[in-house]
T-cell receptor
């Protein structure tokens, strides 16, 4: 069965500092990988996704993620965080056969930004 | 871009009553919609997959008689929590699949249900 692990429940970063959120997955085949962001009391917004090709993926709001097959990881990064980045971040994995597109989510990482 | 509207955003109901949550795709036709439940400080748990014109497919452990899902049109799916109890209090989120894009999910803004 597929699973996603986000080892960090809560991360605090100073505004302007760099950020890396970790995500590890377990999947029997090549997965499709996603990062979503959720502001308090809101739904989820897609930051970026990886299907194939270049393993470094650029997303919205200045985020990027790198797929490392050997480490089963898909970590999210941002060079300089802004106060508006404070939110909950979810990594997700899905099967690569379109038509059966159920996502499995990690438990999320809450990001706090301090001035 | 694709927009999904979820209503209401908050609802408080008394134990034993039923409450309906609507999920609408505003600018695309969603043949498939998903309903999730999110517990505090927890991930999203998929409850069911809703396909237009057919019965919903429920995940293991989800009571289909308690959580009634209807996908009557290509733009509307509803989740009805029947005979609600305090333990049903949660944040419910829908997601609609835009068939024009692979993995084209768009999420609603969620519904906070409180059962008193």
């Amino acid at each position: 069965a597929q699973s996603v692990t986000q080892p960090d429940i809560h991360i605090t970063v100073s505004e302007g500092a760099s950020l890396e959120l970790r995500c590890n997955y377990s999947y029997g085949a090549t997965p499709y990988l996603f990062w979503y962001v959720q502001s308090p009391g809101q739904g989820l917004q897609l930051l970026l996704k990886y299907f194939s090709g270049d393993t470094l993926v650029q997303g919205i709001k200045g985020f990027e993620a790198e797929f490392k097959r050997s480490q089963s990881s898909f970590n999210l990064r941002k060079p300089s965080v802004h106060w508006s980045d404070a939110a909950e971040y979810f990594c997700a994995v899905g099967p690569s056969n379109f038509g059966n597109e159920k996502l499995t989510f990690g438990t999320g990482t809450r990001l706090t930004i301090i001035p | 871009g694709a927009v999904v509207s979820q209503h209401p955003s908050r609802v408080i109901c008394k134990s034993g009553t039923s409450v309906k949550i609507e999920c609408r795709s505003l600018d695309f036709q969603a043949t498939t919609m998903f309903w999730y439940r999110q517990f505090p400080k927890k991930s999203l748990m998929l409850m069911a997959t809703s396909n237009e014109g057919s019965k919903a497919t429920y995940e293991q452990g989800v009571e289909k008689d308690k959580f009634l899902i209807n996908h009557a049109s290509l733009t509307l799916s509803t989740l009805t929590v029947t005979s609600a109890h305090p333990e049903d209090s949660s944040f419910y989120i829908c997601s609609a699949r835009d068939p024009r894009a692979n993995y084209g999910y768009t999420f609603g803004s969620g519904t906070r249900l409180t059962v008193v």
